[in-house]
């Protein structure tokens, strides 16, 4: 099973030849950047798919300083070089001016200048990217970790949180018709009140602002969660699904239960499944 990791990190690695440092950070997908020398171009794909072989999201940004390379070649293209020369001859010459054609003014055209791709240690270069990616799945992983630590202590507070909501909802249950007699009294006195009424609409009351339904799903969205926290992989996206699934449901409790100790507490669950939503948009 794959841990779980963050999206940021950093790893170097270094060979004879070379020398690879990437740096990862937050990113829905995952986003290859590259900062190499011109010689390297032509291993871009190769890169890529080395990448793409250890990380799943996150915006990759890959940096591979120029190295000393012996053997370079620099050429002249002295076709394009003269058809230059010509060209300034021409344009001098049609407007009589008195400059002379020198070397400088060929030596400002780049395009003259050929240099040869020098040859690449393949060896070095993969041994290189290999321990960069080596060292940033490591700083992902120990991250991640610390990550998964912190949202389940948080989960856990969800949990003492929501069983406090459940037993307030039984007290609120329980005492429904007493509050409900003492609102009556207050707007209609010493006036008496059918008993089957009382009851009818004391049912009502409860009915309305039952919240069992929610507690049983979010318990159950919660086991779900625990359950992907731990099965490593690719897990952000789900669990970012699955806050959402708490949310809505705790939303409906805060709502429906219009019960101050119930309400303490459904603001600390908001409060709690907020920090793991940031938390989790950080894990891969």
Same mark, same amino acid.
């Given at each position: 099973? $794959? *841990? ?27 986003? +290859? ?5 011109f010689y390297l ?5 190769? +890169? ?12 990759? /940004? ?7 390379? /012996?053997? &370079? ?19 001098? @010459?049609?407007?009589?001016?008195? @400059? ?37 799945s490591r700083t ?7 990550? +998964? ?11 003492? !949180?929501?069983?406090? +909501? ?18 009556? *009294?207050?707007?209609?006195?010493? &006036? #008496? ?18 919240? $069992? /339904? ?14 992907v926290l731990q099965?490593?992989? $690719?897990?952000? *996206? ?5 806050? #959402? ?14 019960? !101050? ?12 499944? /907020? *920090? ?9």
């Amino acid at each position: 099973m $794959t *841990k779980p990791q963050s999206m940021t990190g950093y790893g170097r690695g270094v060979s004879d030849s070379f020398r690879v440092e990437i740096r990862s950070s937050n990113h829905k997908n995952l986003d +290859i950047q590259m900062n190499i020398p011109f010689y390297l171009y032509a291993q871009e794909t190769e +890169i890529k798919k080395m990448v793409r072989k250890k990380i799943q999201r996150g915006r990759i /940004e890959i940096f591979m300083p120029r190295q000393e390379i /012996e053997n &370079v070649k620099l050429k002249v293209n002295k076709a394009l070089a003269r058809e230059y020369y010509n060209a300034y001859i021409a344009l001098r @010459d049609e407007l009589s001016l008195s @400059d002379d054609i020198g070397i400088g003014m060929l030596a400002d055209q780049r395009d003259i200048f050929i240099v040869d791709e020098p040859e690449i240690d393949m060896s070095g270069f993969q041994q290189a990217i290999e321990a960069a990616l080596g060292a940033l799945s490591r700083t992902r992983t120990e991250e991640g970790e610390n990550l +998964i630590l912190d949202i389940t202590e948080r989960i856990t507070l969800i949990e003492t !949180y929501l069983s406090h +909501i459940e037993s307030q909802r039984d007290e609120f249950t329980g005492s429904a018709r007493e509050r409900l007699e003492e609102r009556l *009294k207050e707007f209609l006195g010493e &006036v #008496q009140v059918d008993e089957a009424r009382l009851i009818q609409e004391t049912a009502i009351m409860i009915e309305k602002s039952d919240i $069992t /339904e929610e507690i049983v799903r979010m318990k159950s969205h919660l086991e779900h969660f625990k359950g992907v926290l731990q099965s490593g992989d $690719t897990i952000g *996206k789900k669990l970012d699904f699955i806050i #959402q699934e708490l949310r809505r449901e705790i939303n409906t409790i805060g709502s429906k239960a219009q019960y !101050y100790e119930i309400a303490n507490n459904v603001v600390e669950v908001k409060h709690e499944l /907020e *920090k793991i939503r940031e938390q989790v948009q950080n894990l891969q």
